[in-house]
């Protein structure tokens, strides 16, 4: 009995000690500073009521952490934001917006290109902004605040904008 007693004792000061050395890998966090911005186009495609952003972008993860976020936005100058628009959401092409799983591994470059459905407007610069929490949640962040964690966010300045007409950019695909 008091052998059963020191084995079970045995174990479970081993599952702690695995668990404290690999704990701190779980919770690592890709530092947004290491994501950079190689690379962008930028395209205005007109259609009756609204117009069309098509981004090329070329991303870098500098990090040894594999980025990824759901938090991406298209932003003005006059700090408006929008969401991607997706293909089912636009009178568009999977080729002109594929769907995007917004993934960089450590030390890889990947290319993506994201839509957006923005009113029409001669707008022709825009940022691209990523971030670790929701909008909301970054907005709200005080310093002060020890419960909250600090919002991670970077913002690109993206190449001008050309217009293209839809019919010219599926004639590429051809």
Not at 83 to 95: N, T
Not at 122 to 147: A, K, V
Request: aromatic share 12%; net charge negative.
């Amino acid at each position: 009995m008091c052998m059963h007693k020191t084995m079970i004792l045995h174990i479970c000061l081993g599952i702690l000690l695995v668990g404290i050395v690999m704990v701190p890998s779980v919770f690592a966090e890709v530092d947004y500073s290491q994501i950079s911005l190689d690379q962008s186009s930028v395209q205005v495609i007109e259609f009756g009521n609204y117009n069309l952003v098509r981004t090329h972008l070329t991303l870098s993860n500098h990090d040894n952490e594999e980025f990824s976020t759901y938090n991406y936005f298209l932003k003005t100058n006059e700090n408006t934001y929008y969401e991607r628009s997706s293909q089912y959401d636009l009178d568009a092409g999977g080729k002109t917006c594929p769907s995007v799983d917004f993934e960089i591994n450590a030390g890889l470059t990947e290319d993506f290109i994201i839509c957006f459905k923005v009113p029409k407007s001669s707008q022709t610069n825009f940022q691209f902004e990523i971030l670790d929490h929701s909008r909301d949640w970054c907005d709200s962040y005080d310093p002060s605040n020890s419960f909250m964690d600090p919002c991670q966010q970077r913002t690109f300045s993206l190449s001008s904008a050309t217009t293209v007409s839809y019919e010219d950019l599926l004639q590429t695909y051809v």
